[in-house]
């Protein structure tokens, strides 16, 4: 399967270099995460299109059931949508999410840059398990969201870090991680980001534009990457940020997952 959103063409190296396993059934893509088995991104099947009727929206949950049968989640990954309808999806009672990939080649200050916080990649044990605290910060009301997964993802991306595949920021006040993001290589002349998250306390002053600015000039000069790569929900305020830097927005796909 020829992968062509820029989201999944930069998502899925990115999951390979992880650890994560792709196999190609011509018809769809299955991408597996055996060490962690409950990341719903990391354990899905990606279709080309998205299904027509509510007939092939169930086929393709059989086959989801099939490929991972003791997952609680179903997870379909839609890779090229354009004017798609995805309402057989969404009457199959499948949450829809259709992010856009936004790129940037150049990038420059936001316009509110934060001058308080100490920013600089992240180094050591300590500064590792604060990500994880980061990242369950304001998400209280998730029971997806538990420790033990976001321990295991956090695992994952250090060791992207420590096989010299990309970075991870932070924003620091006082020792304590306030927001933080990782960028990698994610394909020939490409770079990702990953996981942009402000704590709700310090939200509002401008951290994740001064964090995706450092991080983005840091890629550009250290990771051999042209154009790099965010994926970002079109109805979050954050795709101003991203805006604000100099990325501009690309092409959607759509994510759609049941979950019990």
Do not use: C
């Amino acid at each position: 399967m020829d992968v062509q959103s820029m989201g999944f063409r930069t998502e899925i190296p990115l999951l390979e270099t992880s650890g994560s396993l792709v196999e190609d059934h011509d018809t769809h893509l299955v991408v597996r995460t055996p060490a962690n088995p409950d990341y719903y991104w990391g354990n899905f099947l990606l279709l080309p299109e998205a299904p027509r009727t509510g007939d092939e929206v169930g086929d393709w949950l059989a086959e989801h059931r099939r490929a991972f049968p003791e997952a609680r989640h179903r997870t379909l990954g839609i890779d090229r949508v354009g004017g798609a309808d995805l309402s057989p999806l969404k009457k199959a009672g499948m949450r829809v999410d259709v992010p856009v990939a936004m790129t940037a080649t150049e990038v420059h200050p936001p316009p509110r840059p934060d001058t308080t916080a100490e920013v600089r990649q992240l180094a050591g044990d300590h500064d590792w398990e604060q990500v994880v605290d980061l990242t369950l910060a304001g998400e209280e009301d998730d029971r997806h969201l538990t420790r033990e997964f976001i321990a295991r993802k956090a695992a994952a991306n250090r060791s992207l870090v420590e096989g010299g595949h990309g970075h991870w920021w932070g924003a620091f006040s006082e020792s304590r991680l306030i927001a933080s993001m990782g960028i990698f290589r994610a394909g020939e002349g490409l770079a990702r980001f990953q996981s942009v998250k402000t704590h709700p306390d310090h939200r509002g002053r401008g951290l994740a534009g001064t964090l995706v600015h450092r991080a983005s000039a840091d890629a550009f000069a250290t990771l051999d990457a042209h154009t790099l790569v965010m994926v970002a929900d079109p109805a979050y305020l954050a795709i101003r940020v991203y805006r604000s830097v100099g990325f501009v927005d690309g092409g959607s796909h759509a994510e759609a997952t049941l979950i019990p």
